[in-house]
């Protein structure tokens, strides 16, 4: 990436697209879907309630072992289309759970998708799930369940204005009340 690109991505407002309108993001430096973080993923994450999705191709620069990606990244990866399941509800939350299955390695340079979904939701606590597959062929590379502890009112508040939340249509966000969601479509 030029020096270019890094500053115009860096001041670029993130849209996600969802059935229920475009939410915007101020530029924040999270490592997985942050924009001001040169070294990051830069998630391109797709959001719906109570789930999330991203489709991507990891270069050599995430290697593990030769020619095979880090699991520690595709530990983040699915951490965060889980955790963005729950901002698809409108719901802001962190880790306190993860748990993962490495099916099979992912090659560098091979397309993945990465899904996320909620399971499961009762008060605070949010149970979700994800896995990673090979984009061509369908083949499950990785799985993850993890539980998500939610946002009080007054975090989420906070957040939804540190990081700029809202609907470029309408406002803020809609949806509150959290439904459990199947797994991936």
Do not use: Q
Not at 14 to 36: D, K
Not at 37 to 54: F, I, K, Q
Not at 113 to 135: F, Q, S, Y
């Amino acid at each position: 990436m030029t020096s270019d690109l890094i500053k115009a991505s860096a001041t670029a407002r993130p849209v996600i697209e969802t059935p229920t309108g475009r939410f915007e993001f101020a530029p924040h430096n999270c490592f997985a879907c942050g924009t001001l973080n040169a070294g990051g993923l830069g998630l391109d994450l797709h959001v719906e309630p109570g789930r999330s999705w991203v489709a991507m191709t990891l270069d050599d620069r995430f290697e593990g072992w030769e020619g095979v990606i880090h699991g520690g990244i595709l530990c983040t990866i699915l951490d965060e289309v889980m955790a963005w399941a729950l901002v698809g509800e409108d719901n802001w939350g962190v880790t306190a759970r993860m748990n993962v299955d490495f099916r099979h390695p992912v090659g560098v340079g091979v397309p993945i998708r990465a899904e996320g979904w909620i399971t499961r939701a009762r008060r605070r606590i949010v149970d979700a799930a994800g896995h990673i597959v090979n984009a061509d062929t369908g083949l499950e590379l990785a799985t993850a369940t993890g539980v998500y502890v939610a946002a009080s009112p007054s975090r989420k508040r906070d957040l939804r204005a540190r990081y700029a939340y809202g609907r470029s249509d309408t406002g803020l966000a809609g949806p509150t009340d959290m439904t459990a969601v199947e797994g991936p479509r």
